[in-house]
């Protein structure tokens, strides 16, 4: 499913710096920005509770906005949010504006659905290898993710870009040879998953050996080379 149209009214403003952005917000406003396609940039401001409200029910990096902006509408992706990192409040908007008509390339999500075989019959464990896809499309065509059914995944299998079904709308960018999950056994997860700091660990206890070793032969050569010291000279 595409995202939906989202609509927001936005407004030109002169207003530049960091005191007329904080005059911009204290009266109920956002500060954002439009890089246009012929080039430049036009400022503007916008509602920041209607943005605040419209961003917690999208969580994809490219949503999709049109601009009604002196009586035009601008499609435009929203390309970065500035947040207050103590409220986390939107503080600063950055859009792109786009054609309609004309692929982009973005990156889209992949979200694994299902619980697979080899897991639920044979015990393994699912590894998520991929977790976005390149792919170019029209902006309308942009999803927030891409659900892909891992059920029928089998122990010691993988599937690969390749396998993804994702349409005619769809032109993937990423490598078809990737491998988005692989359904691995539960020995061989605990396997992949020792850190260079755990196998370093493992193999303290043989140097930690030797070293006793060595300490033992050296304190037993010790009492060996004084008793020799204290032995009388053999008489000629």
């Known amino acids: 499913m595409a995202n939906e149209v989202i609509r927001m009214k936005a407004e030109l403003r002169t207003e530049q710096g960091s005191c007329a952005a904080g005059r911009l917000r204290r ?125 029928a995944m089998k122990l010691s299998q993988s599937l690969f870009v390749r396998d993804l079904a994702l349409g005619d709308k769809y032109t993937v960018i990423t490598g078809k040879d990737v491998p988005v999950a692989t359904v691995v056994a539960a020995a061989a997860e605990e396997v992949v998953a020792a850190t260079p700091e755990e196998a370093a660990a493992a193999g303290n206890p043989e140097v930690i050996a030797k070293g006793k070793k060595e300490e033992a032969a050296a304190a037993g050569a010790a009492p060996a080379a004084a008793g020799a010291a204290k032995a009388p000279a053999a008489k000629k």
Do not use: Y
Not at 82 to 109: C, W, Y
Not at 113 to 136: T, W
């Open 27 to 151: 009266a109920g406003a956002l500060p954002a920005a439009v890089n246009r396609i012929e080039g430049g940039t036009t400022l503007v401001k916008l509602d920041a509770h209607a943005f605040t409200i419209m961003l917690r029910h999208h969580a994809s990096e490219h949503v999709l906005v049109t601009l009604e902006l002196e009586d035009k509408e601008v499609p435009a992706l929203m390309r970065e949010v500035q947040v207050n990192v103590m409220t986390g409040a939107p503080i600063h908007v950055d859009f792109g504006e786009v054609s309609l008509t004309k692929k982009l390339r973005v990156e889209i999500p992949l979200h694994l659905l299902g619980e697979p075989e080899g897991v639920k019959v044979d015990g393994g464990i699912l590894q998520h290898n991929l977790r976005v896809i390149e792919v170019d499309c029209l902006p309308l065509d942009i999803v927030e993710n891409f659900d892909v059914d891992v059920s």
